[in-house]
């Protein structure tokens, strides 16, 4: 039975106790449904091309959560160069892409519960095993995003980020 505090996930698992721990965004910033007509644009749940000049991988920005559980995530867009992201395709579904040094990158999504832009925010992909998404390191920064990464957050801010995504 949905108690106050459970929420309902499109996972298989349908329903969970606490606030969500993950949120994503399903595109970069700037990418426009126009752009799905085009032949040189293309948006995966992984990959995005547009206009064959900007590229972009999906990751996930993991915060730990102090108080126990799993990290919190934030499912995020990072833009790569041409050289960086032909090489990230390549390997995609090759165990070896662990081993890949990171790729260097902006932040593309704009997380609203910061009081500072989250855009372009300088980042490193690290690539995991095949079927994860990248894991995104943000440089170490004084942006309240990047100190939550190093630093961690409660589970009060868990919740936090669910009152105001979830019942804005």
């Known amino acids: 039975m949905p108690t106050e505090h459970s929420f309902a996930c499109a996972c298989r698992d349908g329903r969970h106790d606490g606030p969500p721990r993950s949120y994503g965004s399903a595109a970069p910033v ?5 752009y799905a007509r085009r032949k040189d ?7 995005c091309v547009i206009k064959g000049r900007e590229f972009y991988v999906r990751g996930l ?4 959560v102090l108080d126990g559980g799993d990290p919190f995530s934030w499912g995020v867009w990072v833009s790569l160069s041409e050289p960086n992201f032909a090489r990230a395709h ?5 165990p070896a892409r662990e081993q890949e040094p ?3 990158g902006w932040l593309m ?3 609203p519960v910061y009081p500072q832009p989250t855009l372009l925010l300088k980042t490193h992909v690290r690539t995991r095993a095949v079927g994860l998404r990248p894991l995104i390191e ?3 920064t004084d942006h309240p995003l990047a100190v939550e990464q190093r630093e ?13 995504l979830l019942r804005g």
């Open 61 to 64: 920005v993991e915060i730990p």
């Open 41 to 47: 644009s293309e948006l995966t749940t992984d990959q």
């Open 30 to 34: 700037n990418w426009k449904p126009r």
């Open 152 to 164: 961690g957050i409660t589970g009060d801010r868990v919740r936090e980020f669910a009152e105001r």
């Open 102 to 104: 990171p790729y260097f």
């Open 138 to 140: 943000l440089e170490p």
């Open 109 to 111: 999504t704009e997380l």
């Open 90 to 94: 390549d390997l995609w579904e090759d």
